[in-house]
């Protein structure tokens, strides 16, 4: 729906058999064409909308102007003119190509990412096992080393007890 507009009626000649649809809400639908620069393919172009859209309130000059209730607002909305120049159907084709370009260059990055991401998660689980068999192979040195000195230990008190001379023991 264009922001701006001005009111319009059909062509009497060449619009004969074009019949004004009723709006979702049952009233006859009134025929507007489009002023909104903004967007250049919607200007000049007509359009069926519905009496109580939103955008087609009056406003009241003050509160003492405003009804008990407000009509029914209704969204209903439909272009007359379908066709659209030429420049416009190019722009238009060149937008959904630049969109289809730039959604796939975000989907191309999404997997990039996908990938670094899981290369990461890869490395950091090879650090993981690493720093765990490093652990392991810390643990299994200490307990040999320990095993080593109490077999030595062992040994150095069965020398002792086993001399000639006497020994004093505490």
Same mark, same amino acid.
């Given at each position: 729906?264009?922001?701006?507009?001005?009111?319009?009626?059909?062509d009497?000649?060449?619009?004969?058999?074009?019949?004004?649809?009723p709006?979702?809400?049952g009233?006859?639908?009134k025929?507007?064409?489009? @002023?909104? #620069?903004?967007?250049s393919? @919607?200007?000049?172009?007509?359009?069926?909308?519905? $009496?109580?859209?939103?955008?087609?309130?009056?406003?009241?000059?003050?509160?003492?102007d405003?009804?008990?209730?407000?009509? $029914?607002?209704?969204?209903?909305?439909?272009?007359?003119?379908?066709?659209? $120049?030429?420049?416009?159907?190019?722009?238009?084709?060149?937008?959904?190509?630049? #969109?289809?370009?730039?959604?796939?260059?975000?989907?191309?990055?999404?997997?990039?990412?996908?990938?670094?991401?899981?290369? #990461?998660?890869?490395?950091?689980?090879?650090?993981?096992? #690493?720093?765990?068999?490093?652990?392991?192979?810390?643990?299994?040195?200490?307990?040999?080393?320990?095993?080593?000195?109490?077999?030595?230990?062992?040994?150095?008190?069965?020398?002792?007890r086993?001399?000639?001379?006497?020994?004093? @023991?505490?």
């Amino acid at each position: 729906m264009p922001h701006k507009w001005k009111d319009a009626s059909l062509d009497k000649v060449k619009e004969k058999d074009v019949k004004i649809p009723p709006c979702w809400c049952g009233d006859v639908c009134k025929v507007k064409e489009s @002023t909104d #620069r903004k967007k250049s393919w @919607t200007e000049g172009r007509r359009y069926f909308v519905c $009496p109580n859209y939103a955008y087609d309130c009056a406003l009241p000059t003050n509160a003492y102007d405003l009804p008990p209730s407000p009509p $029914p607002l209704c969204k209903y909305f439909s272009w007359i003119d379908h066709e659209m $120049p030429k420049d416009i159907q190019k722009d238009q084709l060149e937008d959904c190509f630049r #969109r289809q370009w730039l959604f796939e260059e975000r989907f191309q990055r999404g997997l990039e990412e996908e990938r670094r991401q899981k290369e #990461r998660m890869e490395r950091k689980q090879c650090e993981e096992e #690493r720093a765990r068999q490093a652990k392991l192979a810390r643990e299994e040195e200490r307990a040999r080393k320990l095993a080593r000195a109490r077999k030595a230990q062992e040994e150095d008190e069965a020398r002792d007890r086993k001399g000639k001379w006497p020994r004093m @023991t505490q």
